[in-house]
């Protein structure tokens, strides 16, 4: 009988539990549990539900034991940056708080004038965001700190309180902005500098370690499964890169949810001058892997726009009503720190036409369309960044994630950025996690053999590029970046 693997899967604004089997050759795939995540505001910051978010998973656990699962594998991936402070005790001091909460906003600029950008670059590799972990404890409570036993990021949090076990998984430490690029170890000065010491982390593990079993004697108000819990690429993009067809001879991905990650896979980092620059990232991967990749504000905004129209339309018809819109109608940088997290979405990206003098979208479809645009306009730039850093010519982008299913979006990026693109899998975080497991457990021998095993078992769509179309438009709209007021998010 084939074995059952469930992958964890949390995102910013839902959590799944998704359950597979590996037969002849082709992965299943089926959701047993969803339900929604989000931050609130809770004694004074933006903080996650950590408590309601491990309730759901033992939910979804009691449900698959009740279809008839009585055994399994699981895997659990989040988001990356935010961490859990844990006493001595074993338990969390307080609700962690959103990377989108307010109290980094001058951290990079503050902590910057201790160490330079160059040095901590140099160091780490990491791109600069101001909700990189690295700030976070920078503006952390100190007396909070005092008294922390563990500093754990999300997914392992989560391990931590079904198996009692705690380890630092590398490809979601490694966004904290404080592990040495070349050692493998958290860079003292660094720790130093937010006033954290190295035995307040759990020990590094790679993706793909067996954590524990789940202490279903903790859990007795719910039937559980008899459960192994291993340690995955627990970071989403990390799972979503493994979960990518990596078709193309050089192939970059673009994992498209919330944000939008666009880079390459890499064996080996690249943080030279120029990816400095262009404030690329390495973040550590599954095997060995690096992803070198670049932030981007990403569905975050559509997300918002759709909230902020109480819900009356679904995606599809968001972006049904944008395709009859004239696209490249104005011209926005999306990466402009004013859409990390603004009070409206629809009048922040009004007002930003309206204040560098361009056509301002007042329909739902206007504004779908806008973002859609400009999101097409940004990945083709940055794929001749990539193109430049690199020295190669990337030849095919491999979509994953929801943003797979934007029909409009991928055309509009195949036609711009003048490349083939593949579209698909839109579950690649769940598969890049249940394929690690898979690894891990020898039913799968390798990630190359599992991208080939992806490739057979999920609907993948090409899209080529429309000759003749949107002629100059990339120009325009690099030349609008360069003389634009406000920079990207630093």
């Known amino acids: 009988m084939a074995k059952t693997y469930v992958a964890v899967d949390i995102g910013a604004s839902s959590?799944?539990?998704?359950?597979?089997?590996?037969?002849?050759?082709?992965?299943?795939?089926?959701?047993?549990?969803?339900?929604?995540?989000?931050?609130?505001?809770?004694?004074?910051?933006?903080?996650?539900?950590?408590?309601?978010?491990?309730?759901?998973?033992?939910?979804?656990?009691?449900?698959?034991?009740?279809?008839?699962?009585?055994?399994?594998?699981?895997?659990?991936?989040t988001w990356a940056v935010d961490y859990v402070l844990v006493g001595n005790d074993g338990r969390k001091l307080e609700d962690p708080i959103s990377y989108r909460d307010k109290r980094t906003t001058n951290a990079i600029k503050d902590l910057t004038a201790k160490v330079s950008k160059e040095r901590i670059y140099q160091k780490t590799g990491i791109q600069f965001l101001n909700f990189n972990t690295l700030y976070q404890l920078f503006e952390e409570n100190k007396e909070l700190l005092s008294k922390t036993d563990k500093i754990m990021?999300?997914?392992?949090?989560?391990?931590?309180?079904?198996?009692?076990?705690?380890?630092?998984?590398?490809?979601?430490?490694?966004?904290?902005?404080?592990?040495s690029l070349r050692e493998g170890l958290f860079d003292q000065n660094l720790l130093k500098e937010v006033n954290v010491k190295q035995e307040q982390f759990p020990k590094l593990v790679d993706a793909g370690t067996p954590l524990g079993k789940l202490d279903r004697s903790k859990f007795s108000d719910y039937d559980l499964p008899d459960t192994d819990v291993i340690?995955?690429?627990?970071?989403?993009?990390?799972?979503?890169?493994?979960?990518?067809?990596?078709?193309?001879?050089?192939?970059?991905?673009?994992?498209?949810?919330?944000?939008?990650?666009?880079?390459?896979e890499l064996n080996v980092p690249e943080n030279g001058p120029e990816a400095f620059k262009?404030?690329?990232?390495?973040?550590?991967?599954?095997?060995?892997?690096?992803?070198?990749?670049?932030?981007?504000?990403?569905?975050?905004?559509?997300?918002?726009?759709?909230?902020?129209?109480?819900?009356?339309?679904s995606f599809s018809e968001l972006a049904e009503m944008a395709s009859k819109v004239k696209p490249f109608e104005q011209f926005i940088n999306i990466n402009d720190e004013r859409f990390v997290n603004p009070k409206n979405m629809i009048a922040e990206i009004q007002a930003y036409c309206r204040e560098t003098g361009q056509k301002i979208p007042n329909t739902p479809g206007a504004i779908v369309m806008?973002?859609?645009?400009?999101?097409?306009?940004?990945?083709?730039?940055?794929?001749?960044?990539?193109?430049?850093?690199?020295?190669?010519?990337?030849?095919t982008l491999n979509i994953v994630g929801g943003g797979s299913n934007v029909s409009l979006l991928?055309?509009?990026t195949s036609t711009v950025a003048g490349i083939a693109v593949y579209a698909g899998?839109?579950?690649?975080?769940?598969?890049?996690?249940?394929?690690?497991?898979?690894?891990?457990?020898?039913?799968?021998?390798?990630v190359y053999l599992a991208?080939?095993?992806?490739?057979?078992?999920?609907?993948?769509?090409?899209?080529?590029?429309?000759?003749?179309?949107?002629?100059?438009?990339l120009a325009d709209y690099v030349n609008f970046l360069h003389t634009a007021k406000r920079g990207e998010v630093i």
Not at 52 to 76: C, D, F, R, T, V
Not at 280 to 300: D, P, Q, S, V
């Open 15 to 77: 959590g799944r539990l998704m359950l597979s089997q590996l037969t002849d050759g082709k992965m299943s795939l089926k959701e047993m549990h969803r339900f929604k995540n989000g931050f609130t505001l809770k004694n004074g910051h933006d903080r996650w539900d950590i408590d309601h978010i491990i309730k759901e998973i033992l939910l979804g656990l009691q449900k698959i034991k009740k279809a008839g699962y009585n055994e399994i594998s699981l895997g659990i991936d």
């Open 153 to 179: 990021m999300i997914p392992d949090y989560i391990g931590f309180v079904l198996t009692n076990k705690a380890v630092l998984e590398v490809t979601n430490a490694s966004t904290t902005q404080m592990l």
């Open 231 to 264: 340690t995955v690429a627990t970071h989403d993009t990390a799972s979503a890169v493994v979960g990518a067809p990596g078709m193309g001879q050089h192939w970059a991905y673009l994992s498209s949810g919330t944000w939008s990650l666009l880079g390459a």
């Open 278 to 313: 262009e404030n690329y990232t390495n973040e550590w991967g599954a095997y060995g892997t690096y992803r070198f990749l670049k932030n981007i504000m990403g569905l975050w905004m559509v997300q918002c726009v759709k909230r902020e129209l109480d819900d009356q339309y």
């Open 370 to 395: 806008a973002i859609y645009s400009n999101l097409a306009l940004f990945y083709a730039h940055e794929i001749e960044k990539l193109n430049q850093i690199l020295g190669y010519q990337i030849d």
């Open 410 to 412: 991928n055309q509009l």
């Open 425 to 446: 899998p839109s579950e690649a975080t769940a598969i890049g996690n249940l394929v690690v497991q898979m690894i891990t457990r020898s039913d799968i021998l390798n």
């Open 451 to 473: 991208r080939r095993i992806i490739s057979a078992s999920f609907a993948i769509k090409k899209y080529e590029p429309e000759k003749g179309k949107y002629e100059g438009i």
